[in-house]
């Protein structure tokens, strides 16, 4: 069905209404911003120029936090300039392309936190077959892979919203453009967007926290048998990954999930936020100030471009 969208552009909700609030909220944003750059540069930096950190799991994560400041960007300096000015118009085509890329990135987000469990499976389980397993051909494939099957999966969702007619009120319940807000406002019949997003949930969400839950069954497992100084390491490390993957899914199923009905509530403002903010910033501080040998390579980092500024 051709777009035969009425509406030439939306508008964005701000989390307040008086100006000290919005103020408030997009200073709140941008330190959360900036410190979610600086952590995610900083990873890429110290696992590009340090040696002893190339290994699979920091390239990994290297390519996590390229991607985990491509994704904050997508929606927190726009959610802080329509705050700043009271300006929270966007056109149909800038809807599209936010709609698309935050698909897009979640996408990517989720199947690198499974790449990672699926790597540290193979390092603690299969340590002998670790070099075989995760070589280094294979890890730029499972990338690409994952890189490309992004594109179609957020082209395809993204395609299947905008088909929609929108001839009902412009005002998206939300300060970013995601689909769920878009349905709310469509007067078309919208039961195949909710089917194509429950298949979606069942099979991508479902099936890559599955795969992460029992990765780390087998990792638990076998950490049983080590040394009780060696399993704090890896618990340290390994309960916050799953903390971080059970918050990035639920908050993702209960926002799309959720029955299409108008809301202005807050709770579905803040739902977002888990999904498309918290994981980015929490990432460099799960897997790097916890990691003894990421946290050794920051420190001559800072102290090399310390003493060279002198």
């Known amino acids: 069905m051709a777009n035969s969208t009425t509406v030439t552009e939306f508008l964005l909700m701000n989390f307040a209404e008086r100006w000290q609030l919005r103020l408030l909220h997009s200073m709140l944003f941008l330190l959360i911003y900036l410190v979610t750059l600086l952590g995610n540069l900083l990873i890429v930096t110290v696992t590009t120029i340090d040696p002893k950190l190339n290994m699979p799991m920091y390239f990994f994560l290297r390519n996590l936090s390229v991607l985990d400041m491509c994704y904050v960007t997508v ?174 899914l639920s908050s993702i199923l209960s926002v799309y999930l959720k029955p299409s009905v108008n809301s202005e509530t807050i709770q579905n403002m803040i739902l977002p936020v888990f999904y498309t903010i918290v994981p980015p910033f929490l990432n460099p501080i799960i897997y790097s100030l916890r990691n003894t040998q990421v946290k050794e390579a920051m420190k001559k980092v800072v102290l090399r471009n310390f003493y060279s500024g002198k």
């Open 75 to 248: 929606t927190v300096p726009n959610a802080c300039v329509n705050s700043l000015t009271g300006n929270s118009a966007i056109s149909v085509a800038g809807c599209a392309t936010q709609v698309f890329l935050v698909i897009y990135f979640a996408y990517v987000e989720l199947v690198f936190l499974t790449i990672m469990a699926r790597d540290r499976y193979v390092a603690i389980c299969q340590p002998l077959h670790y070099p075989v397993v995760m070589n280094y051909h294979c890890c730029v494939q499972m990338t690409l892979a994952s890189l490309l099957s992004g594109l179609v999966y957020a082209g395809v969702h993204t395609g299947q919203t905008f088909q929609l007619t929108f001839c009902q009120s412009n005002v998206i319940h939300q300060f970013f453009c995601d689909v769920p807000s878009l349905l709310r406002l469509s007067c078309s019949d919208t039961s195949s967007n909710f089917l194509l997003i429950l298949f979606s949930a069942i099979v991508v969400a479902g099936g890559c926290f599955i795969f992460i839950t029992m990765s780390y069954i087998h990792i638990f497992s076998t950490v049983l048998k080590f040394p009780i100084r060696e399993q704090g390491k890896v618990f340290s490390t390994c309960v916050p990954h799953i903390l971080v993957v059970s918050v990035f």
